[in-house]
């Protein structure tokens, strides 16, 4: 279970200035936007509060550009009611942007400015019945056109201020409910409701394939060339995608948090139609040349090309949790079946015939492939919604060695393949914690040692590149049975090795090699496939005294 403080985290410190207000008050108003059943009566109300407190210090253009990029996705009947009562160009773009229910909307029509509801008659919408509603919303916004107010009438209103707050909250309290009672209760997808041509058809007309950017060092979106300024700019590359928000894949936010270049990393974003969908990313690092302090990322966005979207063919949320779920149901009984099967070959309660052990062992083996298979598909969905916890501490090489000593032995006595694997010290410790270092070199090299033949003698070499962000290099001779096929045959899904069974990898050669690939990037690295080798890259600790002799060790 994942918790949504995106709009508790915009909203912590003071007030922001300049550019940072604008860009706060496209942050608010793009949270509020969207899923507002997910949040509370008092989280709509700070978000409505810190919009007004930055009103003044927002341009008008600034409002009407960040507004138009919420296009169909202003689903708040609250926000709506708010931005109507803005000025009337920020008015005509929150209609444009609208997308509400009718039932929703037939409850926030009350509230709506007079020009909203113009808007909205004009486009046919019809209400039965109109309660009249006191004026609170209007004077939630200081509105350009009404400076000059009356003295006297500016006084005599003092003193019903606090009841008038209490009211626009309690409305806004109810207007609320009403919403996630409607959402709740409702019984299937309501369409989209039409916008009118003349409100947004001007401004999302042309097509956009690439955009180049510049991040700070915060990793926020603070320069674009391409789509319009209030489309982009804002959006962070620095964490991964929350749900259907914008952001990066697990791949883009683990490069960013090691200061690495990124290539095709996955990104998402949203709002105005001219850049909505997934997006290729590929940036790199900027340091300052006088301190070497990191400034940001450049770089450039692209549409993917079809083999990209149809390699990828994202899961989307619903099935992504029933697979899990499968994967959890399936993972009960099987260890089950383990322990079961292991009472037996120990004859833990009572002598047992050899027959019945050897059979009990044959079970309790395929029940443990069959369980590593799963453990493969669901860090494999974990990996693909970005859910895998972020690594972190470090991790020695000679540690990771001996583990990999102790787990492979089985596996490299029944395939009589012996592994030799040197290192060029000194050696960095990897910048990932244990489990994570140890999950990837373990599927790397139960895979290659699957692909050899008896025999059969398997090289690698582990060396750290320095540079500005350190890196451990770990190379691996090609298994013969592998040695001439193509990277894009060895990284297919559905490529197996063939010959024993109960040998390979239960989900393919393919999936291993692809899982291992995207386990390396989202922790920063890359995993490339040479006419000789195979090279894993992966980010080394930043400290450590190294010495200027290299000496090979075995």
Sequence with gaps: MRFDDR?????????????????????????????????????????????????????????????????????????????????????????????????????????????????????????????????????????????????????????????AEKLAESQISALVEKIADYQKNRPAEMPRAPVSDSGSKGFFAESLETIRFETDESGTINWT??????????????????????????????????????????????????????WRMSAIPCFSEETGRFEGYRGIMRRPNMAEDAGHG??????REQLQQLIHELRTPLNAVIGFSEIIEQQLFGPASYEYRSLARNIMDEARRLLAGFEDLDIAVKVDSGQLPESSGTTKADWLFERMTQRLQGLTQSKVVELNISKAEPVRP???????VERIFARLLSAAIISCENGETLKGELRT????????????????????????????????????????????????????RNLAQSAGGSLTINADNIALTLPAATTSKIKIRETESE
């Design 465 to 516: 590149r320095i540079g500005v962000q350190p890196t451990n290099q770990f190379t691996l001779s090609r298994p013969s049975r592998i040695k001439d096929v193509a990277e894009s045959i060895l990284l297919d899904p559905s490529q197996g090795i063939d010959g024993d069974a109960g040998e390979s990898s239960l989900l393919g050669l393919g999936f291993s090699l692809r899982l291992v």
């Design 314 to 319: 994202g899961i989307d949320v619903e099935r």
């Design 430 to 436: 990897f910048a990932l914690d244990g489990e994570s």
């Design 7 to 163: 709009l508790t985290t915009v909203l912590k410190g003071s007030l922001p200035e300049g550019a940072g207000a604008a860009t706060q008050w496209r942050q608010v108003i793009d949270l509020l936007a969207q899923k507002p059943a997910g949040l509370a009566n008092q989280d709509v109300q700070a978000g409505l509060t810190r919009l007004r407190d930055l009103h003044e210090r927002v341009s008008e253009q600034d409002r009407v550009t960040a507004v138009q990029s919420l296009n169909g996705r202003l689903r708040s009947a609250p926000l709506l009611v708010y931005l109507t009562a803005d000025s009337d160009a920020v008015c005509d773009a929150a209609m444009a942007a609208a997308d509400l229910s009718p039932e929703i909307c037939a409850d926030a029509f009350p509230r709506l400015s007079p020009r909203a509801q113009q808007i909205l008659r004009a486009q046919g919408f019809a209400v039965a019945e109109e309660q009249p509603v006191a004026p609170a919303e209007e004077e939630a916004l200081p509105h350009e056109n009404g400076a000059d107010t009356d003295v006297a009438k500016e006084s005599s209103a003092e003193p019903s201020a606090d009841a």
């Design 225 to 278: 060339e391409g789509p319009p300024m209030g489309a982009i700019v804002g959006v962070t590359i620095a964490q991964p995608a929350f749900d259907e928000g914008p952001g990066p894949d697990a791949y883009g936010a683990a490069a960013f948090r090691q200061r690495m270049p990124m290539e095709n990393a996955r990104m998402r974003l949203c709002g105005a139609a001219i850049v909505t969908g997934d």
